[in-house]
């Protein structure tokens, strides 16, 4: 059973920062990709960023220059370090690995940008 748990999320001001962990565990092999995704009320669940194994990038156009992917493999742990935070950016985000069992989702963490 793979098993991915999410920390660092939080209240912050707006212009402020954050930075996320997804930690998985559990019976898994090669990790492929990990990503971060986020879904606010009303909304449907988008991309927010992504990593290859070998360190390649995406990011959603809207966090570009604000947000950080990055990922220790000997940890099977990513991040998504968040700069200059917006309200816009509130919404719970999850956590998604890509392996050759499949895909799975953490729980989802929320972060909320408000003064």
């Known amino acids: 059973q793979v098993q991915l748990v999410e920390s660092g999320g939080g209240l912050v001001q707006p212009g402020g920062s954050l930075r996320l962990s997804c930690t998985v565990s559990?019976?898994?092999?090669?990790?492929?990709?990990m990503g971060w995704y986020r879904q606010a009320p009303g909304k449907q669940r988008e991309l927010v960023a992504e990593?290859?194994?070998?360190?390649?990038?995406n990011y959603a156009d809207s966090v570009k220059g604000r947000f950080t992917i990055s990922r220790d493999n000997a940890k099977n742990t990513v991040y998504l370090q968040m700069h200059s935070l917006k309200p816009e950016d509130t919404a719970a985000y999850f956590c998604?690995?890509?392996?050759?069992?499949?895909?799975?989702w953490g729980r989802g963490t929320q972060v909320t940008v408000s003064s």
């Open positions: 998604n690995v890509q392996t050759i069992g499949g895909s799975f």
């Open positions: 990593i290859t194994r070998g360190g390649s990038t």
């Open positions: 559990g019976s898994i092999f090669i990790i492929n990709a």
